[in-house]
């Protein structure tokens, strides 16, 4: 740990006391073997092949919404304490949420992958049309049940590398919660979760092999996501409706002017809605009414402008109607912006990890599933992407809430080919591959290139400093983090609550079983690939 062999002269930290760096200053001499131990590591980890298939389909099978992960916590914790890791549960005060930690000193390397899934999108996996394994329930429509696969494989592999080779550090794993609801990382930063970590290597399904840097190819928005609750006054409708006052009144007038405002925001704001309680039935003027928005906008100002206006209206609403009107905050994601020098780093890996060798299985299931939803039919990628080059006209698009993490910490965000091209997003059809071989060796891929680029980031000093230089001097210099979050702001950890409630006994039925079944395929008795026999 002591090996002060080649201090850095590039590392001056200027005028400052440089003891307390001394470890993360010096390069181990570990270092001087960086290709073999990536090779070690790369030979590691395809050693772990059913594990990893194991873990796709386990957290496949689960199907839990977010804030209910508690399957998945419960058997993701269980493997990492069983694996060596400390495990530290309810953090930030989300249940389902939990940390896990191996090693100490500098540096801290932190993996982050999200592990919730997508309403009504259950399906049954190799299956290249709509066939859900349990009708109208949560599945894997996103892919999410892949990540944890990706990051804990690497992180084992590095385990095992940093114990026989003595190299200094510290991994910690979290897990995105609810990131379907962008619901948990603004209160994982709150909670000061990242304050000693150095760098943050996260991963996210995609049907592409590539990672990105500042704010990527441009569709990509940050948001705030919240809830109006009205309350009017109960009447008959018909005898008595001047006694009445209809909150579902005031959700109709917000819309309404929030429609018409729409017209004179900025081209790049993205806000939709969907009314959560219209009221009971028609001959009671509705006490009750309820509507959630989601405002977004390329940057921090933007959104907190939106949001103002959005607070505005419902306030503008409340008094139009005689109702009143309170909020209660979902969600929020600053845009996410990602670290160059770990991404031109990462990219190397990739381009040294390369695409993952497809089957005509694959292929097949892949083409058929794109004729049979109407996509372009290609089938699967085979080149991995060049590095994403950051757009010069962001457009905005989606959000994820780790970009409340990526102003926090110097972060990038890999993305690893489990899925198949063309699909439209958040839906059955992204579930298809997603307990199949292509997310198995999808999965195996990214876990290869996080593994390889945290030996980088572990045994690199420079590198590390030069990612602060970046995320210091060009990220942060004109931009500084301030969370969406009122200090009242909690976790949502109530919802989708009673959604599971409604589907977890019937998908239980369905849940993975290893010690019985090779894979969920073999479980469910599908045919690989199963594809409609009029194609
Ligand atoms: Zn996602």
Sequence with gaps: MFNFLRPLALLCVLGSPIPLLAQQSTTPPQAANLPALKAEAVAEIDKMQTLTQQMVDQIFSFSELG????????????????????????????????????????????????????????????????????????????????????????????????????????????????????????????????????????????????????????????????????????????????????????????????????????????????IINGGDQPNVVPSEAAVWYYFRELDYQHIKENYDLGNMMAESAAKMTGTTVDHHLIGSAWPIYFNKVIAEDQQKNIEAVGMPQWSDDDQKLAKALQRDIGAKEDGLRTKVEPLEEP????????????????????????????????????????????????????????????????????????????????????????VHYESFLSPDDKPAIDMNKEKMEKFRPELKKYYYDPTKYKTYLDQLGIKYPTIKAAQ
Aim: some cysteine.
């Design 67 to 274: 804030f209910q992960e508690v399957e998945t916590s419960r058997y993701l914790t269980a493997l990492l304490e069983k694996n060596g890791f400390q495990v530290e549960r309810g953090i930030a005060g989300i249940p389902t949420a939990w940390l896990a930690t191996y090693g100490s000193g500098k540096p801290v390397v932190a993996f982050i992958t999200d592990v919730d899934c997508i309403p009504r999108a259950s399906q049954k996996p190799g299956v290249a049309y709509h066939d859900p394994i349990v009708e109208g329930a949560p599945g894997h429509g996103e892919g999410h049940n892949s990540g944890m696969a990706v990051n804990i494989v690497a992180a084992l592999a590095l385990k095992k590398m940093m114990a026989e080779h003595h190299i200094a550090g510290t991994i910690k794993i979290f897990p995105g919660i609810a990131e379907e609801l962008v619901g948990t990382k603004a209160f994982y930063v709150r909670a000061g979760l990242f304050k000693d970590v150095d760098i943050v290597l996260g991963s996210h399904v995609w049907d592409k092999f590539y990672t990105s840097y500042a704010m990527g190819n441009g569709e990509w928005s940050g948001l705030v996501s919240i809830q109006y609750f009205f309350h009017g006054k109960a009447a008959h409708a018909a005898a008595r409706p001047w006694e009445g006052r209809s909150a579902l009144d005031a959700v109709e007038l917000m819309d309404t002017g929030w429609d018409f405002r729409r017209e004179h925001l900025r081209p790049a704001q993205r806000s939709h809605r969907v």
């Design 391 to 478: 757009a010069k006209n962001p457009t905005g698009g989606g959000s994820d809430d780790v970009g409340d993490i990526s102003w926090n910490v110097p972060m990038v965000y890999l993305m690893y080919p489990a899925n198949i091209p063309n699909m439209p997003g958040h839906s059955w059809p992204n579930a298809v591959s997603m307990a199949t071989p292509i997310a198995h060796k999808g999965s195996i891929a990214g876990a290869k290139v996080q593994a390889m680029t945290a030996l980088d980031v572990l045994l690199q000093p420079q590198l590390v400093a030069q990612a602060w230089d970046y995320f210091r001097n060009v990220q942060t210099k004109d």
